[in-house]
């Protein structure tokens, strides 16, 4: 079994900054790609951003340039650096992992921006 544990998530004004993290532990051997999805109030979850073991990443049109995804392969916890945010970036974050070709999803942590 894998556990992914999400934390950083909050309250902000628009234009301001979050940082989210997600530690994967349990049965990782072949953890390859990581990754945050988001699901706004009323909507399906959608792609945030993506990155390998390598370090490739892959970024939804709607945060590149704002925001940025890393990792740390020795800790196996990927992160998500939130800047310049905007209302429409409310919703709930999930942390992804794919295991052996198998996802594996987190809990989620609440993302909320004012105007």
């Known amino acids: 079994q894998v556990h992914l544990v999400e934390s950083g998530g909050g309250l902000v004004q628009a234009g301001g900054s979050l940082r989210l993290s997600c530690a994967a532990s349990?049965?990782?051997?072949?953890?390859?790609?990581m990754g945050w999805y988001r699901q706004p109030p009323g909507k399906q979850r959608e792609l945030v951003a993506t990155i390998t073991r390598g370090g490739s990443t892959n970024y939804a049109l709607s945060v590149k340039g704002r925001f940025t995804i890393s990792r740390d392969n020795a800790k196996n916890t990927v992160y998500l650096q939130m800047n310049s945010l905007k209302p429409e970036d409310t919703a709930v974050y999930y942390c992804n992992a794919v295991v052996l070709l198998h996802p594996y999803w987190g809990q989620g942590t609440q993302v909320a921006v004012s105007s």
């Open positions: 349990g049965s990782i051997f072949g953890l390859n790609v």
